[in-house]
């Protein structure tokens, strides 16, 4: 079975095709301002998901306070566009990014994460080439284990560095508790606060992060802001997550049958190049909303193994699809542009303006 | 430890960075060239791995008879570029997919792949539009299940279909036959040779593919030509699959420690959105050349999870280290351009042309 919608969209870009529907965009957006209003923390959505400077421009005139970006690249494309306010949530070091975090910081307010003393001793000179300071949030680790001190000493002795360091302005913590770890990041903050007391330090910024945590919004004392990315688009890993519903899902894969080549079996023409290989832990790779029962077994690159052994319906070669991924922020990041739908129509293509600004 | 060059490319471009070394990749397209010939097997590239008209040109100059395309976006930039004779091993349909594909075949020699009715009966429209004949090469499966025919009369069938549809001239059988699949490959092959021959069809093309089956070159009587792709760069599963060593991986992410907040753990500034979640059954995500005991052991989209446990020297933050990635098409896939190395000096940069033409 094909929609009317799947078969235009075929026909007018081609298959396979990342689809947004805008009107869910938009109840995404504002649903989620609104929780954090209620919570009285401010939003800084991660661009990370959207890579698109008109997005994040609908994310902050729905009240965000500014945005989140992982890599310079993408910081570079949101201040282009006239962004502003940008925490990069990431160490950044070296010659060639302070050259570029110097210029950045010509043009917007920027505050960057740290977790080490070898990242900090590269940040002044960026600051220097600015002529203005440089915000640092010392990130720490609550459980993750990914960046971020392991220890509220440590974060301590870095938001001293911090504070010592000429053009660098202590702005804070960083944080991306486990869902499960905000009784550890509670423990965590309390003690790095009460020790950056001691030396007459604030902490301005206390951030968390992750659409998942939206749910715990608001249970850790002294955060001051919060940093969903997928929540614009949501995934089966946010549904799975327990803070999105189906019919929350902004963005959708759109793929052919191109073979059927056993009676329990078929290809997609959507493969590890356009859903990649993220499972964020689920099984299968996607949810097919005209075969819920269908299940995307494995991947070629350019082919979607589709198991359709439970399926009581199966779909037919030139049949189109439409796929919720897994993990859509990986999946936005294969394609140069969506295709923006509204009301059930299409209104045109949204540029991906920061995809592949992998540093 | 950071290499001299290691350095000059994080200064002049920044990490993560793609690097191709042309030593290498000119190295690699020769022996495979050689390997082909010595078989007495055409040799018609797979670009999947590449996309890059100047890589597929060398390949050509090499001895190449055509070049192999997965998807009509990569067709087209390849014949935009002036390379001609391109199997694209696909199935194409649909009205979008057909205007492109007549286009196309008024500007190079096209041969496509098909295992089923709908498909075929789609090319002839693409074929009329273009005003010469459409090549079709009908896939079977010998054992992957994939795309393609199950059975020799299906094959034998839809040859006869292809061959009584106007526009379309039937060339042959292609196939990708599982490493061990070879045996099951000559049976599959001989039997729809057998059929084909009652209606006085011939097979002018018996293609095989795969980098990790070029240790089966030859071993298919009646085979004429195979499709390569990853060995242009190798990786990790191609030296697994023993068709390479270490020291013909031509392609390396170089990546920058960021992180080292535990004794036996650090960060890369590479993740899922560089190296890709592809393991291809392989352990860990990746080899460090510097570190052949470290672990990728998992990733965040723009993090790299370093263990570092068995390691007894560990990098520091700053060190910018050589990963050869597990899979090396996904991984090119990712990003605009490559960095060029010959003799161990930096090049140029050589743009990834038709990545991202999912469609």
């Not at 327990?242 to 894969?253: I, Q, R, W």
Request: glycine fraction near 10%; charge should be negative.
């Amino acid at each position: 079975m094909t929609t009317p919608l799947a078969a235009t969209i075929a026909r007018e870009y081609g298959t396979p095709a990342v689809v947004i529907d805008m009107d869910r965009v938009e109840a995404n957006i504002a649903r989620v301002q609104a929780q954090c209003d209620a919570a009285g923390i401010a939003n800084r959505p991660h661009i990370k998901t959207h890579k698109s400077p008109e997005l994040a421009k609908l994310q902050v005139a729905a009240g965000a306070r500014g945005i989140t970006c992982q890599k310079i690249g993408e910081a570079e494309v949101m201040a282009a566009a006239g962004l502003d306010d940008i925490l990069i949530s990431y160490n950044l070091l070296g010659e060639e990014k302070m050259q570029r975090l110097g210029r950045l910081l010509q043009t917007a307010t920027v505050t960057v994460a740290a977790d080490n003393a070898t990242v900090i001793s590269d940040l002044p000179k960026a600051a220097g080439l600015a002529g203005r300071p440089l915000g640092v949030v010392i990130e720490c680790d609550t459980g993750r284990k990914r960046a971020g001190v392991e220890t509220p000493a440590e974060a301590v002795e870095l938001a001293r560095l911090v504070a010592a360091s000429p053009g660098l302005a202590f702005k804070g913590f960083m944080m991306y508790p486990a869902e499960d770890g905000w009784p550890e990041a509670q423990k965590f903050l309390d003690t790095a606060l009460a020790g950056i007391g001691l030396d007459g330090l604030e902490a301005e910024i206390v951030s968390t992060g992750g659409s998942p945590n939206l749910k715990n919004l608001g249970r850790l004392k002294g955060a001051t802001e919060h940093r969903p990315g997928t929540y614009i688009y949501n995934d089966r890993m946010q549904i799975a997550a327990g803070v999105a519903s189906l019919d929350d899902c902004a963005l959708m894969v759109y793929s052919t049958v191109v073979s059927r080549a056993g009676p329990e079996r078929g290809i997609l023409d959507a493969g590890s190049k356009t859903l990649t290989s993220d499972t964020g832990g689920l099984d299968g790779h996607g949810f097919i909303l005209e075969h819920p029962e269908a299940k995307i077994a494995r991947f070629a690159e350019e082919h979607g193994f589709l198991d359709l052994s439970k399926c009581n319906e199966r779909p037919k070669v030139g049949d189109v699809l439409r796929i919720v991924p897994n993990h859509v922020c990986v999946v936005v990041n294969m394609v140069d542009e969506v295709v923006m739908v509204r009301g059930g129509e299409i209104v045109g293509t949204l540029p991906v303006a920061a995809r592949g600004k992998l540093r």
